[in-house]
């Protein structure tokens, strides 16, 4: 059991451009999640992946915003168009079938 | 919608005290979660609470899943340096499992 993980750590991008993360969640974890923390408040609950289904969006993923779990293992989260706003922690979680998370260590992605 | 309110929102102890923080709601939950956040890093699960009145220990820290199931506590005991960082409770929303944060307690230690 190697963790989550999260490439890149961080990332510096000027408006409008577009940003990738990425996501490895634990190896036998069927569920993973994506969320956003901003400075003084805890994480907030983008989308969620069972297996390489999308099942659920929370309305602060904009449309230039989308997620992908093509394979059901590493997940890809991408920003299109980035604008200043947008600059955050991006975390990724995962589990199997309980409610315990187990996060990565984020991405933190500042908009320029 | 669902809420959770830390408190106190930051502390400042010296070290070996004993330290506590809350988290309370409006509403029901069937488990409470404990995480630590270190800067720059994601938050790493200290303990996982599943039943009302359940107390439970990971070495220095001791936490409690409320019997009214709309709050939890948790305690650190004779509190070190590398205690220091930010401290949340979560519990799960309304959405398929996805967990909702309180704001957190940020944690200083004085040596």
């Known amino acids: 059991d190697t963790g989550v993980s999260q490439n890149p750590r961080h990332k510096i991008t000027k408006r409008g451009q577009n940003v990738t993360f990425r996501c490895d969640p634990i190896?036998?974890?069927?569920?993973l999640y994506w969320y956003r923390q901003t400075l003084g408040q805890g994480p907030e609950f983008l989308t969620y992946f069972q297996n390489e289904a999308q099942l659920e969006k929370s309305r602060l993923l904009s449309d230039r915003f989308s997620a992908e779990r093509p394979k059901g293992s590493f997940s890809t989260l991408e920003i299109q168009r980035t604008e200043q706003g947008d600059s955050a922690m991006y975390l990724c979680a995962s589990t199997s079938s309980t409610d315990t998370q187990y996060f990565g260590p984020g991405t933190r992605l500042t908009v320029l | 919608g669902q809420q959770l309110n830390q408190s106190p929102q930051s502390m400042f102890i010296q070290e070996g005290e004993d330290v506590s923080m809350n988290c309370t709601s409006s509403?029901?939950?069937?488990?409470w979660l404990w995480y630590k956040q270190d800067p720059g890093e994601g938050p790493v699960l200290l303990i996982a609470l599943y039943k009302a009145g359940e107390l439970t220990s990971n070495g220095r820290l001791t936490a409690q899943f409320g019997i009214t199931r709309k709050d939890s506590f948790l305690n650190i005991s004779a509190s070190i340096p590398s205690d220091v960082g930010i401290y949340f409770c979560a519990a799960p929303g309304r959405s398929q499992g996805n967990l909702i944060f309180g704001k957190g307690t940020k944690l200083s230690v004085k040596p």
């Open positions: 190896s036998e974890h069927n569920r």
């Open positions: 509403s029901i939950f069937n488990t």
